[in-house]
């Protein structure tokens, strides 16, 4: 069966450092990845999306790596700061029906320390 | 609107009863997405609708729930004989068009069935 997983366990680091954070699938072929960044009692925020026939996206100080051998996408925060401290989310879109319907992981937490 | 607005931000319900979740999504967007999100999951797709017909409803977890949107435009989710297995935030999300673009997400629904 299709699934999207990212680490499960809340991410801690010192802030400055750079934060990587996976998201790993099976039985899917999405036609692009997106990632949002969800805050507590709020709806997810876009933050970067990334199409299969490119392997990297920036944006400031994010960065979007989509390996579709690997069937994973790794998102990077540099220099990271406290602000950045949130619920992440990859979703997966399919690019046959052109829908924009997403199919999401469950989201790592990411917490920077002072 | 400036942004995706969902009304009302809480609403708590007896089993059995009947409720109506409204979105009203970005002017002029003409894709709409309904997602519900339990604790510590990520959003999980319920139906999409281009303009004002429902072109993807397969996410619908039963006949229960329903949604329309008569005008192209605002959205209402309708659930009835709510059950408590129904308890989560029900977000709306809408983008310009459908396909490989960002999506706006309202702030959520949160349900609770008690």
């Known amino acids: 069966s299709q699934k999207i997983e990212q680490n499960s366990e809340a991410l801690n680091i010192q802030e400055g450092k750079t934060a990587t954070l996976t998201c790993n699938y099976t039985?899917?072929?999405?036609?692009?990845l997106q990632w949002y960044r969800q805050d507590p009692g709020r709806g997810p925020v876009f933050l970067l999306l990334?199409?299969?026939?490119?392997k990297e996206k920036r944006k400031e100080r994010l960065k979007v790596t989509f390996d579709t051998t690997l069937k994973q996408s790794l998102f990077h925060i540099t220099a990271s700061q406290p602000a950045d401290s949130a619920t992440y989310l990859c979703a997966l879109g399919k690019g046959s029906s052109n829908t924009g319907k997403l199919i999401f992981g469950q989201g790592t937490t990411l917490q920077v320390k002072p | 609107g400036a942004g995706v607005s969902q009304t009302p931000s809480n609403k708590v319900t007896e089993k059995g009863k009947y409720v109506e979740l409204r979105c009203d999504p970005i002017?002029?967007?003409?894709?709409l997405y309904w997602y519900r999100q339990s604790l510590g999951q990520g959003p999980e797709f319920l139906i999409y609708?281009?303009?004002?017909?429902?072109?993807?409803d397969s996410g619908l977890p039963n006949d229960r729930f329903f949604a329309v949107r008569p005008e192209g435009s605002v959205s209402t989710l309708k659930i009835q004989r709510t059950e408590r297995g129904d308890s989560a935030v029900y977000l709306c999300a809408s983008s310009l068009t459908p396909g490989a673009r960002e999506a706006f997400f309202g702030q959520g629904t949160r349900l609770t069935v008690v």
């Open positions: 039985n899917y072929s999405p036609a692009y």
């Open positions: 609708f281009q303009g004002t017909g429902a072109a993807d």
């Open positions: 990334i199409r299969e026939n490119e």
């Open positions: 002017s002029g967007h003409t894709a």
